[in-house]
C-alpha cells in the first residue's frame, strides 16, 4: 500500500488531527517522474568569508554587482574570492537594516539613523540634515528619491532627486487613510506602498511639482505590517507577515491591490507563538526553478519557508551542540559572483549554500519527516513492513554509510517509539533497499524518518505491507 511521504509542515494545534513536519526536506512536484512528487533535502552551507563583525543584519548587491553585507556595526564588502574591505561603522549593533540604491551611492538604516555610502570614493557618513526627523525608521527609493519614514507617525519624507544628502523639511506626506503609525515606505512593483500597522496605502509619481506622490485612487488595504522586515518583492508580488485590527500574524500576498492569505493555519499558530514576532525578518533565493522564500528570526523555534512553486510550507533548522533544532544560520541573502550569500545570524560568517553541500559550515543537517496519519477506520491491523524509496548508495568520505531512523507513534503523533536503524546505502550501493520489520497490531499509526549525516538526501514514495 502507498502511504503519503510527500507533503509540507503542517503541524495542528491537535496532533491526532494533524502531526505532519518537513524540517530541512521539502516537496518537489514532477508529473513525467517515477512517482509525481518526492523529498529533497535543502541546501547546507560553506564557509566563503570570515568578514564580519558580529550578527549579520541585511546585504545588499549593487548595481554594479558589489556586495556588501551590514555585520555587527560594519558595512563590508566582500570581494569574489571572500577577501573583504570594511567600508564604515554604523551607531547600532543589532537589528535588521533596511538598504535601498539611488544613483552612485547606498542608504542603510538601522531603525533610527540613516547613512550613506558613496560609491566612487568609497566614504560612509551618517547623513544630517535639517530636513529629516530625528528618527527614521526605514529607506527605500523609488525614480531616484529616497524615502524614509518618521518612527511614531503617520510622515514618510523624500531627500532631493538622485541626491541622499539634501532634505527639504517640507518634503513629506501622511498616510491619511487611517490613523495608524506608517511602519515602513516600501518601493515594490513601481508603487510606493505605505505601510502602516494595520491598513496599506499605495502611493504612485504623479511629478507635481510641489509633491510627486499622491495616492493611488481611493485604495486603502485594511491590512497592515505586523514585521517590519518581513515585506519581500518577489515573482511580481509582495509577501508580508501583516496584521489587521483583528489580530496579527498572518502571510500575506499582494494580488493587484488586495491581500491574499498564503499561510496556514499551523505556520500562523507558530508566528503568533514566537517571543517577538514583530522582528520576523524574510530573505528569499531561487535555485532550480523554485523560489523559496525564508522567515526567521522573532524567536520562532525553526525558519519557516514558503515554496513559490509548490505553495507549501517547509521548515529549515541548524542542528546545535545540544542535539535540537534552532532556527538556521541564515539572516539575508544576495546572489552575488554567481553563489548565493548568506550571513550568519550570530556572528560574521558568509556562507555559500548550495544543493551540493551536505553540511552546515561542517555540522552534521538532521533532516526529518513526520507522516500524514494513517488508520483503517480505527480497526486493528498488523502492518509487518515499511519500504522507503530513497536515493540509496550515496555514501561518501564524511558519512561513509548514512543512517535513516524510522519511530513511529500509536497516539496519533504525542509520543514516539525507539528508532529503527536502517543504512541507505555506502557509495556504489545502487541497488540497496530500505525496509523497515516488525512494525506491530495497532489502531492509528503515525512514523517519523530521521536522517542526520553530511550526504545527499531524496526520498520517493514509501510502502507499507
Known amino acids: 500500500m502507498k502511504i503519503g511521504l510527500v507533503g509540507p509542515t503542517h503541524d495542528q494545534r491537535s496532533l491526532p488531527f494533524n502531526a505532519q513536519r518537513s524540517i530541512n526536506l521539502y516537496p518537489v512536484m514532477d508529473e513525467q517522474g517515477k512517482e509525481v512528487s518526492s523529498m529533497y533535502g535543502t541546501p547546507g552551507l560553506l564557509e566563503f568569508s570570515t568578514s564580519g563583525s558580529g550578527p549579520h543584519r541585511g546585504a545588499f548587491k549593487s548595481g554594479d554587482n558589489r556586495a556588501f553585507f551590514v555585520s555587527g556595526i560594519s558595512l563590508v564588502e566582500v570581494m569574489e574570492d571572500g577577501s573583504f574591505e570594511n567600508r564604515g561603522s554604523l551607531l547600532s549593533s543589532s537589528g535588521t537594516v533596511s538598504m535601498a540604491e539611488g544613483v552612485g551611492e547606498l542608504a542603510i538604516c538601522d531603525g533610527n539613523n540613516l547613512y550613506s555610502f558613496t560609491y566612487n570614493s568609497n566614504v560612509f557618513t551618517k547623513v544630517f ?17 529616497f524615502i524614509v519614514n518618521e518612527n511614531d507617525s503617520g510622515r514618510f519624507y523624500i531627500s532631493g532627486i538622485n541626491n541622499l544628502s539634501t532634505w527639504n523639511p517640507l518634503d513629506f506626506a501622511t498616510a491619511e487613510s487611517r490613523p495608524d503609525y506608517l511602519v515602513a515606505p516600501v518601493s515594490a512593483l513601481g508603487q510606493l506602498w505605505l505601510f502602516g500597522e494595520t491598513t496599506l496605502e499605495p502611493w504612485s509619481n504623479r511629478g507635481a511639482a510641489d509633491f510627486p506622490f499622491r495616492r493611488v485612487g481611493s485604495n486603502v488595504i485594511a491590512v497592515g505590517l505586523y514585521a517590519k522586515h518581513s515585506v519581500l518583492e518577489i515573482d511580481n508580488t509582495l509577501i508580508w507577515v501583516g496584521r489587521d485590527k483583528f489580530g496579527a500574524g498572518v502571510v500575506f500576498r499582494a494580488n493587484g491591490f488586495s491581500p491574499s492569505r498564503i499561510s496556514t493555519t499551523p505556520i500562523e499558530k507558530k508566528i503568533q507563538e514566537a517571543s517577538s514576532p514583530q522582528d520576523i525578518y524574510t530573505w528569499a533565493y531561487q535555485e532550480e526553478g523554485a523560489v523559496h522564500i525564508v522567515f526567521s528570526g522573532g524567536g520562532l523555534e525553526t525558519s519557516l519557508v514558503y515554496d513559490l512553486s509548490t505553495q507549501q510550507w517547509h521548515e529549515r533548522a541548524f542542528l546545535n551542540a545540544d542535539g535540537n533544532f534552532e532556527q538556521h544560520l541564515g539572516s539575508c541573502h ?25 553540511s552546515d559550515n561542517g555540522r552534521e543537517i538532521a533532516r526529518e519527516r513526520v507522516y500524514t496519519h494513517i488508520s483503517d477506520e480505527m480497526k486493528r491491523t498488523r502492518f509487518t513492513a515499511l519500504h522507503v524509496g530513497f536515493e540509496v548508495g550515496v555514501g561518501n568520505a564524511d558519512t561513509p554509510n548514512p543512517i535513516a531512523e524510522l519511530s513511529f507513534s500509536r497516539d496519533g503523533g504525542k509520543t514516539y517509539s525507539n528508532p529503527i536503524a536502517k543504512s541507505i546505502g555506502r557509495v556504489g550501493e545502487y541497488l540497496k533497499e530500505v525496509m523497515f520489520r516488525r512494525i506491530g497490531i495497532t489502531k492509528q499509526l503515525t512514523f517519523k524518518l530521521r536522517i542526520t549525516g553530511k550526504t545527499k538526501i531524496a526520498i520517493t514514495g514509501s510502502y507499507l505491507t
Open 129 to 145: 540634515s535639517s530636513g529629516l526627523p530625528a528618527s527614521v525608521g526605514y529607506v527605500t527609493n523609488l525614480d531616484g528619491y
Open 334 to 358: 544576495i546572489y552575488a559572483f554567481g553563489k548565493h550569500l548568506v550571513g550568519d545570524r550570530r556572528n560574521g560568517n558568509i556562507y555559500h549554500m548550495d544543493m551540493d553541500y551536505y
